[in-house]
């Protein structure tokens, strides 16, 4: 079952009948759906239910089984690498640093689709790394080693490299992971403020996997939730991460509790619980 809704008229992204694999196994069953501007999609799901191949293909890392996948109307197959590098910026899921080096000169690396001649770093360069650094933050940091920061902290640095990369769509393959609950806030309020900056001359879009459901619920404009059985809901977010759909999904029941204007979705209580299976056994 597919439920879509766009909000833009711009298209960013198409998957075209996709059907993604993983051995025996269907993850993706002839998807078909366009991203657009101005959007923020969460792609959830239970673990293996495809999330990080789902990215990868979009990205034009995996090729998909069936089907293709379009970037502002064209086929990923056709577009050069350096110009597929600035229009799309993919963030994997871990990273490890090879190598000592300075947050900025990390940060840096992810200009290189924009470099020309020898490829040294222009001012504007460096200028978009450090917005980069101070829009999450990160701004003292310019100087560190790379390789004296915590988890959560080169979790934090490698969103600024994606971000400063200047691609206008993003694909965030758990950007919220080795991150306390403050700083992953942050990042999702920088991501927001990022998609919709009135300065920007292009359109900007983006699509992150996440486990936080009531996280997404609150910063995502649009939920992609996989069943890990080749089903796939999508729209608008608070009409895709329900009880049901989410219960269904994850195969743990799930209540939606309310407090005035807020709203999270918690595991049901033991007796709730217990009252469903009674209702599943004499149901069957």
Same mark, same amino acid.
């Given at each position: 079952?597919?439920?879509?809704?766009?909000?833009s008229?711009?298209?960013?992204?198409s998957?075209? *009948?996709?059907?993604? +694999? #993983?051995? /025996? !196994?269907?993850? &993706? @069953?002839?998807?078909?759906?366009?991203?657009? %501007?101005?959007?923020?999609?969460?792609?959830?799901?239970?673990?293996?239910?495809?999330?990080?191949?789902?990215?990868?293909?979009?990205?034009?890392?995996?090729?998909?089984?069936?089907?293709?996948?379009?970037?502002?109307r064209?086929?990923?197959?056709?577009?050069q690498?350096?110009a597929?590098?600035?229009?799309?910026?993919?963030?994997?899921?871990?990273a490890?640093?090879?190598?000592?080096?300075?947050?900025?000169?990390?940060?840096?690396?992810?200009?290189?689709?924009?470099?020309?001649?020898?490829?040294?770093? *222009?001012?504007?360069? +460096? #200028?978009? /790394? !450090?917005?980069? &650094? @101070?829009?999450?933050?990160?701004?003292?940091? %310019?100087?560190?080693?790379?390789?004296?920061?915590?988890?959560?902290?080169?979790?934090?640095?490698?969103?600024?490299?994606?971000?400063?990369q200047?691609?206008?769509?993003?694909?965030?393959?758990?950007?919220?992971?080795?991150l306390?609950?403050?700083?992953?806030?942050?990042?999702?309020?920088?991501?927001?403020?990022?998609?919709?900056e009135?300065?920007?001359?292009?359109?900007?879009?983006?699509?992150?996997?996440?486990?936080?459901?009531?996280?997404?619920?609150?910063?995502?404009?649009?939920?992609?939730?996989?069943?890990?059985?080749?089903?796939?809901? /999508?729209?608008?977010?608070? @009409?895709?991460?329900?009880?049901?759909?989410?219960?269904?999904?994850?195969?743990?029941?799930?209540?939606?509790?309310?407090?005035?204007?807020?709203?999270?979705?918690?595991?049901?209580?033991?007796?709730?619980?217990?009252?469903?299976v009674?209702?599943?056994?004499?149901?069957?």
């Amino acid at each position: 079952m597919i439920r879509a809704h766009s909000t833009s008229s711009v298209a960013m992204l198409s998957a075209q *009948r996709v059907t993604l +694999r #993983a051995g /025996a !196994r269907t993850l &993706l @069953d002839a998807f078909t759906h366009t991203f657009h %501007a101005g959007e923020i999609w969460c792609i959830a799901g239970p673990n293996g239910a495809g999330k990080t191949t789902l990215l990868s293909t979009l990205a034009g890392l995996l090729q998909p089984a069936a089907g293709h996948v379009e970037l502002e109307r064209v086929r990923l197959a056709d577009w050069q690498p350096q110009a597929l590098a600035r229009r799309r910026a993919l963030m994997p899921q871990s990273a490890t640093d090879a190598f000592s080096a300075s947050v900025l000169d990390i940060v840096l690396l992810n200009r290189f689709p924009h470099l020309t001649g020898w490829g040294w770093e *222009r001012d504007e360069d +460096r #200028a978009a /790394a !450090r917005a980069s &650094l @101070d829009l999450l933050g990160l701004a003292e940091f %310019a100087a560190r080693d790379v390789l004296s920061l915590s988890g959560g902290e080169r979790q934090r640095v490698a969103l600024a490299a994606v971000l400063c990369q200047d691609a206008p769509l993003l694909l965030l393959d758990e950007p919220l992971s080795h991150l306390d609950l403050h700083h992953q806030i942050d990042c999702l309020d920088a991501l927001r403020a990022w998609t919709h900056e009135t300065a920007q001359q292009l359109p900007r879009c983006v699509l992150f996997s996440c486990h936080d459901l009531n996280l997404a619920r609150r910063f995502a404009t649009h939920a992609l939730l996989l069943d890990g059985a080749g089903g796939v809901y /999508a729209g608008p977010v608070r @009409d895709v991460l329900t009880p049901e759909l989410a219960s269904r999904a994850f195969g743990y029941p799930l209540i939606l509790i309310r407090d005035g204007e807020h709203e999270a979705l918690i595991p049901a209580p033991r007796s709730h619980r217990e009252s469903q299976v009674g209702h599943d056994t004499k149901s069957g």
